[in-house]
């Protein structure tokens, strides 16, 4: 219902810039909020920063990324981008754009969305 695509991923030097850049499409008036998650092999998921949709507000970091990452939403909301600043190499990961999504069908449901996932590597 929703599809997500990730572009942006890929291969930069630490202490370099990346830009994630994620596009909803589909029943995109659903999403509430949008976000990029990471997971590390042998490591939990984890989210790295979301933002509200419909508003661009509340953008939350996880701790190690505060300071180096902003999320932001463009006009048409349905695209989030997270600039990504003074990579470390415990920033390699793969990259999963992620939306949460509520409709109102009966009591209303609500469901996740995920990305493919991007690989992003940071070398030393």
């Known amino acids: 219902q929703v599809h997500l695509a990730e572009s942006g991923g890929g291969l930069v030097q630490a202490g370099g810039s990346l830009t994630l850049v994620c596009e909803a499409s589909g029943n995109t008036d659903s999403i509430f909020s949008m976000g990029w998650y990471r997971q590390a092999p042998g490591k939990q998921r984890e989210l790295v920063a979301s933002i509200y949709r419909d508003t661009g507000g509340n953008p939350t970091y996880a701790d190690s990324v505060k300071g180096r990452c902003t999320i932001s939403i463009d006009n048409t909301q349905n695209e989030i981008s997270l600039q990504m600043n003074s990579l470390k190499p415990e920033d390699t990961a793969v990259y999963y754009c992620?939306?949460?999504?509520?409709?109102?069908?009966?009591?209303?449901?609500?469901?996740?969305?995920w990305g493919q996932g991007t690989q992003v590597t940071v070398s030393s």
């Open positions: 992620h939306t949460y999504s509520f409709e109102a069908r009966g009591l209303g449901h609500d469901y996740d969305t």
